[in-house]
């Protein structure tokens, strides 16, 4: 890799040494506000671990949700500090401020081996800004800032780039964390140098989000099957009628054009899965995708379509999978995307490396009871469609070269 990373600081340099480590703790949260989902959490251990062992005392810095720049009291990282102590099995300290007297002062009173996480940045006005003197107030001096926030790398925040700025102004290094090294390394390489047949699965609820991604691929990929809501929009760009189904309207010219550009390439669906409403009591219907009824609405794809995407899948050597095929949140429309699921796993299993990036997809693999067979389930929505967009991550780019 062309930036550094925390294997390039040997554990003696880091004994007693604040570092600030930018983590992403933006987990998701029920409707009790109960974290609902750790898995973020949990792979950032390997990084905190290093440094505790080390001797390092471990600042902690994440935003969580959209507080829009001031304290909100149901979006506090405390219960967050927590889950971590549990994790790591070893105290965790929580300031309930980013900056200011309480921070300080933690920051501190700290002592070789300690970790401390400080409030929500996003509770702050100057984190999303970008605001170079408070970038400079978070460094709390440190010589070190390690960046293991893949999910927020995409953004020009104050604890993502700022404060990597910050630190290499003050002659010191900003290097990325195991877990952002990880996902860099196999995004990067799939893009890169991918062994193949390459396959590309693209899906979830809109060709909006993810038209950069598909043109990325499209020149590297052996196959790119199109599955999800956005499929519809490929339906009406050939003529068919898609009923009460999602449709971009405004997508439908770029519909065409990528199928132009794609050729046989190109894999969509043939069947689908229909009903009248999207609920989880729906009576389904599979219908051919020329043959999609008035008042109907696709949720999945359907059987045809699972064996052709499955079979694609089987021979593939790298796969890259972002989006789910259907609406499989809800138990009529789940069986696409665990089929999908369920091919990329084996898949996997015979060696491939395996991809699945997105949120939703990520939350799909794990609901298929296939999230540990998968080669590297990225912890970036958002920067990993820009990482395979090819668009530089400017969290990642403020980093310390090599
Ligand atoms: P990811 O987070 O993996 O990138 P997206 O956010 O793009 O995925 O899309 C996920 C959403 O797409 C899911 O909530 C799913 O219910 C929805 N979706 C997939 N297929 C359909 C469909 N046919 N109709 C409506 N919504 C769909
Ligand atoms: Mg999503």
């Known amino acids: 890799m062309a930036k550094k ?7 003696e340099t880091l004994a007693n040494e604040v570092v600030v480590v930018r983590v992403d703790y933006n987990l998701p949260l029920d409707q009790n506000g109960e974290v609902a989902d750790d898995t973020r959490l949990v792979r950032t251990l390997p990084t905190i671990q290093y440094l505790i062992e080390a001797g390092a005392k471990a600042v902690l810095l994440s935003h969580l949700g959209r507080p829009g720049g001031r304290p909100e009291p149901g979006l506090s990282l405390r219960p967050v ?32 081996g300690d ?11 100057e984190e999303t800004r ?4 408070w970038a400079e107030e978070i460094r709390y001096g440190s010589k070190l800032f390690v960046n293991d926030a893949f999910g927020t790398a995409h953004r020009t925040h104050a604890s993502t780039k700022g404060i990597a700025d910050a630190v290499r102004a003050g002659g010191g290094e900003a290097v990325a964390g195991f877990l952002l ?39 590297i990929v052996d196959r790119l099957l199109i599955g999800g809501a956005m499929a519809n929009t490929f339906f009406q760009a050939r003529g068919w009628a898609v ?6 309207e405004d ?27 999207i609920a989880s009591g729906a009576t389904t219907r599979v219908s051919a995708c020329d043959d999609v009824r008035e ?19 089987g021979g593939a050597r790298t796969v890259i999978w972002s989006g789910p095929m259907g609406v499989f949140e809800l138990a009529p429309f789940q069986a696409g995307t665990f089929e999908v699921a369920r091919a990329a796993a084996s898949t996997a299993d015979r060696g491939a490396t395996v991809i699945v990036g997105g949120g939703d997809s990520a939350a799909a693999a794990a609901a298929a009871g296939v999230a540990d067979r998968i080669t590297h389930i990225s912890t970036g929505g958002g920067a990993s469609l820009e990482l395979l967009s090819g668009k530089e991550l400017p969290g990642v780019a403020a980093l310390s070269d090599r």
């Open 115 to 125: 970790v401390l996480l400080l409030e929500n940045t996003r509770f702050c006005p």
């Open 5 to 11: 990373t925390l294997e390039d600081c040997p554990p």
């Open 295 to 313: 008042g109907e609405r696709i949720g999945d794809i359907g059987p045809h379509t699972v064996k052709s995407f499955t079979d694609a899948l």
């Open 243 to 248: 009923g009460d189904s999602l449709v971009e």
């Open 251 to 277: 997508r439908i010219d770029t519909a065409r054009s990528l199928m132009d550009l794609a050729g046989d390439k190109l894999l969509l669906p043939v069947d689908v899965v229909t009903a009248p409403r």
């Open 81 to 112: 500090a927590g889950k971590l102590q549990g994790a790591l099995g070893s105290p965790v300290g929580f300031c309930p401020e980013t900056t200011g007297p309480l921070a300080r002062e933690a920051v501190h009173g700290m002592e070789s």
């Open 181 to 219: 090294e990880k996902e860099l390394r196999f995004l990067c390489d799939a893009m890169a140098d991918p062994e193949h047949p390459f396959v590309a699965v693209i899906g979830g609820a809109k060709i909006s989000s993810k038209i950069d991604v598909i043109e990325a691929l499209l020149p």
């Open 130 to 133: 970008n605001d170079p003197a």
